[in-house]
């Protein structure tokens, strides 16, 4: 039987040998665009830095190009996150019509991470190289001036300070956002967006919280299991003749005990993080369509105002016609943002849920064989 899912997009029923068959054939997939891009840029070797009055991780950027616009094909500067989120703000002020990436949650719960560990760093790492990529491959924001300064300047608080000494300019860019203007109701489609994302958004929130109330309660677990197994050793020595048999059901907890521990540790590190980024992904999404709704609301606004005047005009007022192009422009980035967002989604999760799958079954082999 022919399957499809809801989009029309058709469904492979065929079983491959073993789910990381497929991951290999989807990497050789992406491989293949490789030849075809020209810009490469990568996070990696995060340092702490420790100053008198704070404490800060800046993490290398590397950027290898052959693109006209950059004077030397590599470059390599260090960042910290507040750079990241100034390069994020100005993408959302330049370009408003498109979806930026969103960035890993700056702070964390007190008492619960420590943001100065290695694991939390690394986690932060791979949201900030994700982060640059998803810049890296858009056909608009990797071009955009404020990502080309971000890339190559060794000194980015010159930028920043100009940056500030303009923030009253900033109104001019985004002065349709706070116009005031109600909008009457959305055209279908964005109507149809805004439901799928207050969906995903829910259904993505639920299976977070729950992964996490899994990853708590196998921790939990955990803690009794090593505590558990060595209380056969010490039964063991106190009985010569049991000795071999409880040896053996010590160490096997403690083979289970390590297995346990590394499901956790990947359920923490590549589960999770992708669950985080896709609910952030979809509030940036609604973030974009409200921007939409409201150039379109001022641009109803105006047509009525030009309705309600009596002289005749013998065309639209440029102001008018300004602002049809601007949700004209707005609708065909939207449209084209939303479809490679969906795109990224469908591989990012299904490189998610068969990983995941691959860990589990490595979980049980191992427990099985101990």
Known sequence: ???????????????????????????????????TRDLFVTVDDPKKHVCTMETYITYRVTTKTTRAEFDLPEYSVRRRYQD????????????????????????????????FSEEFVETRRKALDKFLKRITDHPVLSFNEHFSIFLTAKDLNAYKKQGMALLSKMGESVKYVTGGYKLRSRPLEFAAIGDYLDTFSLKLGTIDRIAQRIIKEQ??????????????????????ELSEPLEGVSACIGN???????????MTEDFLPVLREYILYAESMKNV??????VQAEYEAKLEAV????????????DVEKCQDRVECFNADLKADMERWQNNKRQDFRQLLMGMADKNIQYYEKVCVT
């Open 307 to 318: 309705a309600l005047k009596k002289e005749d005009r013998p065309k639209v007022p440029t």
């Open 289 to 294: 369509l409200k921007k939409r709704d409201q």
């Open 256 to 266: 289970c005990c390590t297995a346990l521990e590394e499901l956790s540790e990947d």
């Open 219 to 240: 921790l939990e677990y955990l803690v009794e299991l090593r505590e558990y197994g060595p209380v056969y050793s010490t039964w063991g020595g106190l009985e010569v």
């Open 1 to 35: 039987q022919d399957l499809s899912l809801p989009n029309g997009t058709p469904v492979d029923t065929s079983s491959p040998a073993s789910s990381s068959s497929l991951l290999n054939r989807l990497q050789l997939d992406d491989d293949l665009d490789v030849e």
């Open 84 to 115: 990241f989120d100034w390069l994020r703000n100005k993408l959302e002020e330049s370009q408003p019509t498109h979806l930026i990436p969103p960035l890993p949650e700056k702070f964390v719960v007190k008492g619960v991470v420590d943001r």
